[in-house]
């Protein structure tokens, strides 16, 4: 199994980034791809998933309403469309897959994880 994210780079406040995770190898039975997020020094926390059959989503309250993930399942692929960003947006976001969607918050349930992809917020 391989997740592959891409997309990062550096952008100015107030603008958007889209975030790829494609993934190979994964069977049906990993329903949930999450996008976590860490700073140096800080824990990994969750921002976003979807469940990969029914598309439900997830999002923590610090991105509810400028983030929207997606998903292609013809391509294997999620994306997350970040909106508005803000300084304190800044890190290596991770995407990561887990059996269980209704489970998709907790770091520990994710199985496989992607290299990251770094998102600089700054003027």
């Known amino acids: 199994v391989q997740l592959q994210a891409s997309g990062g780079g550096l952008v100015q406040p107030g603008g958007s980034l889209r975030l790829s995770c494609a993934a190979s190898g994964l069977t049906l039975n990993y329903d949930a791809i999450g996008w976590f997020r860490q700073v140096p020094g800080k824990q990994r926390e969750a921002v976003s998933s979807i469940s990969r059959s029914d598309g439900s989503t997830f999002y923590a309250e610090t991105v509810k309403g400028r983030f929207t993930i997606s998903r292609d399942n013809s391509k294997n692929t999620v994306y997350l469309q970040m909106n508005s960003l803000e300084p304190e947006d800044t890190a290596v976001y991770y995407c990561?897959?887990?059996?269980?969607?209704?489970?998709?918050?907790?770091?520990?349930?994710?199985?496989?994880w992607g290299q990251g992809t770094l998102v600089t917020v700054s003027s």
């Open positions: 990561a897959a887990a059996r269980d969607f209704a489970r998709a918050v907790f770091l520990l349930e994710y199985d496989y």
